[in-house]
């Protein structure tokens, strides 16, 4: 399976900021993943990042919210933009096996603590 | 709206018991069902279930697909304190711009007490 990293692990944010993190993983894929999970709750999808087309969101969210680049097929990034402590929350990428497999591996996720 | 719902929320036992997780699901267009471990933040990948392939185990740990009644079991048989975590279903939707989407239930907390 693809050795998937993410920057930063963790961070605390002021109210208001933005904070990006980056996905990078040690194989080509085609699709990435950015899930959100909210202390207690279980994994939300944010959208969905193919390499070469605007990113795909899910109901709920939105891309001047979470805007996503997937500038090759081995690297994205997701913003969180102007923050609230309601956003706080691990944030995942993952990517799939492969086209028309459904297993997807996470990497070790971003904990955001916003103030 | 696909909707995914495991049981128990939670369970607590001692080291050696066996466990079944439940998940059942509501999709439009069903293509696999997933099982996924969670101890600290990342899930990593258990089984994936599918029509064609309705059971899988792996040491004491097995995994059962019931498509008539739309729900799988997870069962761990000697459990350990290692299992500890939080176990994740989630399912695959088929469909259109659904496509490679997983949606998850809320998750079960399994604590095992030595």
């Known amino acids: 399976s693809a050795v998937i990293s993410q920057k930063p692990s963790r961070d605390i944010c002021q109210r208001g900021t933005s904070l990006t993190i980056q996905c990078q993983v040690d194989?080509?894929?085609?699709?990435m993943f950015w899930y959100r999970q909210q202390p207690g709750q279980s994994l939300t999808l944010i959208a969905t990042a193919n390499q070469g087309s605007e990113a795909t969101y899910e109901s709920g969210f939105v891309i001047d919210k979470f805007p996503i680049s997937r500038p090759n097929l081995t690297f994205s990034t997701l913003t969180v933009s102007n923050m609230s402590p309601e956003d706080s929350s691990i944030y995942l990428c993952?990517?799939?096996?492969?086209?028309?497999?459904?297993?997807?591996?996470f990497g070790p996720g971003t904990r955001l603590t916003v103030l | 709206e696909d909707k995914v719902v495991q049981s128990p929320l939670s369970l607590v036992v001692h080291e050696g018991d066996t466990v079944t997780l439940n998940c059942s699901y509501e999709v439009t267009n069903f293509r696999s069902l997933l099982w996924y471990k969670q101890e600290k933040k990342a899930p990593t990948f258990l089984f994936m279930l599918?029509?064609?392939?309705i059971e899988k185990k792996s040491g004491r740990l097995s995994s059962i697909l019931d498509k008539k009644e739309l729900s799988s079991i997870l069962n761990i048989t000697a459990t350990q304190t290692g299992d500890s975590a939080i176990y994740l279903c989630a399912v695959a939707n088929a469909g259109g711009t659904s496509y490679g989407k997983l949606t998850f239930g809320q998750g079960t907390i399994l604590t095992v007490h030595p």
């Open positions: 993952s990517v799939d096996e492969g086209v028309g497999t459904d297993t997807q591996y």
């Open positions: 194989s080509q894929v085609t699709m």
């Open positions: 599918t029509s064609s392939g």
